[in-house]
């Protein structure tokens, strides 16, 4: 039911930073008519990471896996969503207040503005791992952005088409075509294997170099894929090393980096060697955001003392603040820490978004009511009217009592774990389904079209689907495209 106008504007004013999976699942689950909602992010769109490694190598193109955010501010059964395309830079817990900046290369007279909120959703994700190696950020290429795979995409056939310079010195040839995956997580390992389809599929039918191409996987640990069962780690790396051209150095971490070499330190002898390479590719994990670290600070450190993000309670509520809510990437529960994946960020933002439209619909019911039979309802009104001084949407705001009080009677999250599943090259993928008392693995060729159809249907539109099918088609009829730009 449409609240009066006058109660409209008192409405609580929520702001979402990030249009990342946390963020999209919690505005498309949220009642807009009920709050005053306001996304910020310095992308305008949402990003189906899960393909993501496709559009390295052209299995997909980055545009099929992008949905515009506006779509989603649009609402033909509730208030429209407003979309500002910035970066926030700073939020102040006290004034609750967040500021903003136009990091975009088109700039008005307006390029920075502060925006006031009552609730503060942060699901901005989390930033690139370096562990301050030195020259990581400046020479290699990372693994998150739809950039990051254009970037990728490019330098690989940029190597090779510089590798064929005529009197190209044969050591600058191995250089140019040796190309190091750092980190043996699910991204390093899924890239290395689209890696060794594009070349296997493509490259070597039409580079006379291509051959000549060494793909090495590095990881810091004994084995790749930690997260999976040891059936799948072996299997996988057993897979991985049957290509000549792929090599994984497991008990290896890159120390340092170079413009034209790395340097990697042998975990057990703790020797060194330095390495030439052409392409490198940094996927070693996540780390906090700028943003998240500014929030953290500003709250202080005797609460907010977690390495991987803003700390929460079983509500998504960051400790130590009024009105400030964490999902996905960004918060970590550590009574209860959960994988940063696509899988929990989403169920924790359809989780928040349903908290949110029920506590709002308690707070307006006695509203409704009123509406519908307004003499009942005005003896029971008079005597809430002493305790309801405040605005009843207000009281859902910050730590105010009522509101405590509310959200401790609604259920708590509970994750619900569907499987991991992950792309390991040749038309194979693994996938592990734990239940409470036994584990599940698969592997080959049949997993590979459950790990396909799972993320078909986990696409966010038609349009998306339609158009990573016909991708998908284009490239196992036509092959991937090898033209650089
Ligand atoms: P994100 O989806 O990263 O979104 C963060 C949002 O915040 C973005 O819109 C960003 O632009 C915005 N933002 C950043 N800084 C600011 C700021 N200062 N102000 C405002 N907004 C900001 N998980 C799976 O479950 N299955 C998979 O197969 C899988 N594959 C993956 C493959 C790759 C290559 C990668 C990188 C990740 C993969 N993941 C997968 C993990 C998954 O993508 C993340 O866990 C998930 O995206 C986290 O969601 P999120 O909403 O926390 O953040
Ligand atoms: P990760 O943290 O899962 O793995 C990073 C790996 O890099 C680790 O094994 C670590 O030992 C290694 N490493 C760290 N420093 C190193 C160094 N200096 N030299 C060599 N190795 C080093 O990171 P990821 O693969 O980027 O994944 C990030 C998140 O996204 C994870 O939560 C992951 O589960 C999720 N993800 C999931 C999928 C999937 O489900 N298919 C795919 C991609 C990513």
Known sequence: T??????????????????????????????????????????????????????????????????????????????????YEAECLSVDPVSKKVKCFDNSAVKGEVSEFELEYDHLIVGVGADNQTFGIPGVKENACFLKEINDTRNIRDKILDCLETASYPGQPEKEIDRLLNFV????????????????????????????????INVTLVEALPHILTIFDKKIIDHVEKRLQSSNNTKIWTKTAVVGVREKEITV????????????????????????????????????????????GLVVDDYFRVAGADGIWSIGDASINPLKPLAQTAQVASQQGRYLGRLFNQLAD???????????????????????????????????????????????????????HMGTLAYVGDHQAV???????????????????????????????????????????????????ISRG
């Open 181 to 212: 995956v750092v980190g043996g997580g699910p991204s390093g390992v899924e890239f290395t294997a689209e890696l060794n389809d594009f070349l296997q599929s493509d490259l070597l039918k039409t580079y006379p170099l291509a051959k000549r």
């Open 431 to 481: 996938a592990e389904f734990k239940g409470d008392h036994s584990t599940t693995v698969s592997e080959g060729y049949i997993t590979y079209y459950l790990w396909r159809s799972v993320y078909f249907t986990k696409l966010l539109s038609f349009r998306n689907r339609a158009l990573v099918s016909f991708d998908w088609l284009k490239s196992s009829i036509f092959g991937r495209d």
């Open 362 to 416: 308690e707070m307006n019911n006695d509203l409704i009511k009123k509406r519908e039979n307004p003499e009942a309802h005005k003896e029971q009104q008079k005597e809430k009217q002493q305790q309801e001084k405040a605005n009843l949407f207000n009281s859902i705001t910050g730590s105010n009592k009522s509101f405590e009080e509310a959200v401790k009677e609604k259920p708590l999250f509970r994750y619900k």
């Open 265 to 308: 330190k042998n975990t057990s002898t703790k020797e060194e060697s330095v390495h030439p390479y052409g392409l490198l590719v940094w996927a070693t994990g996540n780390t906090p955001r700028k943003i998240t670290t500014q929030i953290m600070q500003s709250i202080g450190s005797d609460v907010q003392n977690n390495r991987r």
């Open 2 to 83: 449409r609240l009066p106008e006058s109660e409209r504007k008192k409405r609580p004013k929520i702001v979402i930073l990030g249009t990342g999976w946390g963020s999209l699942c919690f505005l498309r689950k949220l009642h807009t008519d009920l709050f005053d909602v306001t996304i910020i992010s310095p992308r305008n769109y949402f990003l189906f990471t899960p393909l993501l490694v496709g559009g390295t190598t052209g299995t997909v193109e980055v545009r099929s896996i992008m949905e515009p955010i506006r779509k989603y501010c649009k609402r033909a059964d509730a208030d429209d969503a407003t979309f």
